[in-house]
């Protein structure tokens, strides 16, 4: 079952099934989104009326600034950065008779530092991807084996999974979805906690001369486990 949008959740599965050191599918989805977006707001999507009167109105979260920064198109990110400052030298004024003293500035601050244009349009992409996940699940035998051969999904996307197949799949099909996916996380967290013991017995000197095993990046799996493994830039 092959249509332009299960293409990407697809292409996410079959790459982590074929290497395992590509981790979290839906983290790579995620990060892929994110390169989209970031190369579009930077590029074709900078001059574009529509988008342009967004990022005035919601900014960018500071993730999202230093991730444009490093892509080193100054201008580009310059461009966008005077069309909202501009917008915002009257927005965080002062105004009018009775005006209260700080309260302009304290909403629409208080604003932009829960917005950002680039995470709405991630989480509003994203969503959609989960749900194809969980629809090609339930509609595609293929797809289910490229679930059951993943190393592991993080346990933020993991819950996702849960939530939507919960809502989408319904009380007689979300149980096997739900063995399905708990087979994968259960076997990555009982060897993940096998490997972060190991490492802590490895600065034992009772086990100075015993192998590392599987366990030299048993700490920096378990972050990307436990949190996801997002905001990697592919520049």
Known sequence: ????????????????????????????????????????????????????????EQGFCRTHYDMMFVRKNRLGMALTLESHINELKSQIKGGGLFAQPG????????????????????????????????????RDEAFREKLAAQPYFCLPHYRMMLEYGKDRLGKKRFPEFEKACAAIVNAYIEELGEDVSWFCKKFDYRYDAEPWYNSKDAVERAMKFLRSDLHKNDK
Not at 34 to 39: A, F
Request: aromatic share 8%; net charge negative; glycine share 4%.
């Open 1 to 56: 079952m092959e249509q332009i949008y299960t293409i990407p959740v697809n292409e996410a599965f079959e790459a982590s099934a074929a290497d395992k050191s590509c981790g979290c599918p839906f983290c790579s989805l995620h990060n892929k989104l994110e390169n989209d977006e970031l190369d579009l707001i930077l590029g074709a999507s900078m001059m574009e009326p529509d988008v342009r009167i967004k990022t005035n």
């Open 103 to 138: 309260a302009a500035a304290i909403k629409r601050i208080g604003e932009l530092e829960s917005t950002c244009y680039v995470c709405k349009r991630i989480d509003f992409n994203f969503v959609h991807m989960v749900e194809t996940a969980v629809f090609l699940w339930d």
